[in-house]
């Protein structure tokens, strides 16, 4: 990681623990499958994408209240997302059994 990476976080965030909490949460956020907020070319690591992040001011300092809220929204965004998947996984399953029937009334595959 280059120093000036962190001079110009520093600048922003000029208290050292928040700006590691934040870089902490963030790397953390991306090693999970975040998309960044920045293009890079190189295949940064996460902490270093992180930090240029909150250099350039897309980060904004949260509370630990409206982290755990914000966890809280995600969590249940991706249950949803998952039983909508299932549901829909389902609704194909139930289609394939329907259109098998439709297509071989009697349910007995075509013998040749």
């Known amino acids: 990681?280059?120093?000036?990476?962190?001079?110009?976080?520093?600048?922003?965030?000029?208290n050292r623990f928040q700006l590691t909490m934040m870089?902490?949460?963030?790397a953390k956020e991306i090693n999970e499958g975040e998309?960044?907020?920045?293009?890079?070319?190189?295949?940064?690591?996460?902490?270093?994408?992180?930090?240029?992040?909150i250099?350039?001011?897309?980060?904004?300092?949260?509370t630990h209240d409206e982290m755990g809220k914000i966890r809280e929204a995600k969590?249940?965004?991706?249950e949803r997302a998952l039983r909508v998947a299932e549901e829909e996984s389902l609704k194909s399953d139930e289609d394939g059994v329907d259109s098998y029937a439709s297509a071989h009334p009697n349910g007995d595959?075509?013998?040749?």
């Open 75 to 78: 969590r249940i965004l991706r």
């Open 23 to 26: 870089a902490v949460a963030r």
């Open 55 to 62: 250099a350039q001011g897309m980060i904004v300092l949260a």
């Open 1 to 14: 990681m280059k120093l000036k990476t962190m001079e110009n976080a520093l600048e922003m965030y000029p």
């Open 35 to 53: 998309s960044t907020l920045i293009q890079e070319e190189d295949q940064a690591k996460p902490v270093v994408l992180a930090l240029k992040e």
């Open 109 to 112: 595959p075509v013998k040749s």
